[in-house]
């Protein structure tokens, strides 16, 4: 196990690690989205004194790192670990980088997270040949019994901060919804990201293009998924005083546009099976926060439909 010691954030209850001799270029995988955690990170950021009384050595870390250092096989690498959420679909990610090239790994020992990784490996591969996406190349992959793990380039951009729908969005996920063919029966269901959300949404700086990562709750979903969980997690989660009256008029306009590209005017059957599923997959991970708010989605839908 190596000597290296590695700064800790957020204080308590620690997700993330830096490299104490590579902080300063790992720092910049690590953007809050919350106004409270943006201030905690930029004293933490730009003072080393307060960061050298959150400090550990890497064999403290809860995480198999010979194992990741084995799988990675990368001389001489720096590490910046992200434990993940806790729960049943905790994962880690890595992204270890030396003077010559930076490798992303994704790494799970659960069983649900297991099951997560390998849905991102097969999606990764259906979207490999669409030229019209800027996804991640896959490297390598395995999984075993013990574990499951994902191995891609690194993906070097600004990472979205956005609120709203913007034209950039906007156009992504128009692109995304046609980059599989469209299954209809009842109502027209496209290939979906899944947890389309800023934090899973980074900008080229040179092209201005958008890359999208994090693609393990990928699959066929009803028309405007992904659309409605840019527009209503995001808020739930950074604004969620917000009603859900303010968000559909802040939205509005791209939410209309993007319906008439398949000729529907009237979206609210389609943000109601949104609603519904999402309820669902709340209610399966007990996070009862958002459960209340999806709920209180439905109810919303259901008196102005």
Excluded at 116 to 126: A, D, F, G, M, S
Excluded at 129 to 151: G, P, V
Aim: with cysteine; proline share 4%; hydrophobic share 40%.
């Amino acid at each position: 196990m190596s000597k290296e010691k590695y700064y800790y954030f957020p204080p308590i209850n620690p997700q993330f690690f830096f490299p104490v001799k590579n902080f300063k270029a790992c720092s910049k995988f690590y953007k809050p989205l919350k106004l409270k955690s943006k201030i905690v990170w930029y004293i933490y950021k730009k003072s080393a004194l307060v960061r050298t009384l959150f400090i550990l050595r890497e064999k403290d870390i809860p995480l198999q790192i010979d194992t990741i250092k084995n799988i990675l096989n990368l001389e001489n690498c720096k590490l910046f670990i992200n434990l993940g959420t806790k729960g049943p679909e905790q994962k880690a990610t890595i992204i270890a980088q030396n003077s010559k090239e930076a490798l992303f790994l994704k790494f799970g020992t659960k069983t649900r997270a297991q099951k997560l990784i390998r849905n991102e490996i097969n999606t990764l591969k259906q979207l490999q040949e669409n030229k019209h996406l800027l996804i991640a190349n896959i490297i390598s992959f395995a999984s075993n019994d013990e574990f499951t793990y994902l191995i891609t380039n690194v993906f070097y951009g600004v990472k979205c901060d956005m609120l709203k729908i913007n034209n950039n969005i906007y156009n992504y996920l128009i692109s995304l919804t046609k980059s599989l063919p469209i299954k209809q029966d009842e109502s027209i269901n496209v290939f979906s990201h899944g947890d389309f959300c800023p934090w899973n949404i980074l900008t080229d700086p040179a092209t201005n293009k958008l890359m999208v990562i994090d693609w393990e709750m990928a699959s066929y979903k009803p028309l405007g998924y992904d659309l409605f969980t840019f527009i209503f997690q995001t808020n739930f989660l950074l604004r969620p005083k917000k009603k859900c009256s303010t968000i559909i008029k802040e939205n509005k306009t791209h939410i209309d546009s993007y319906f008439k590209v398949y000729k529907i005017n009237n979206w609210q059957s389609y943000l109601a099976k949104f609603a519904e599923l999402k309820v669902i997959d709340e209610e399966s991970k007990d996070a009862f926060f958002l459960l209340k708010k999806y709920n209180e989605l439905l109810k919303y839908n259901g008196n102005n439909d």
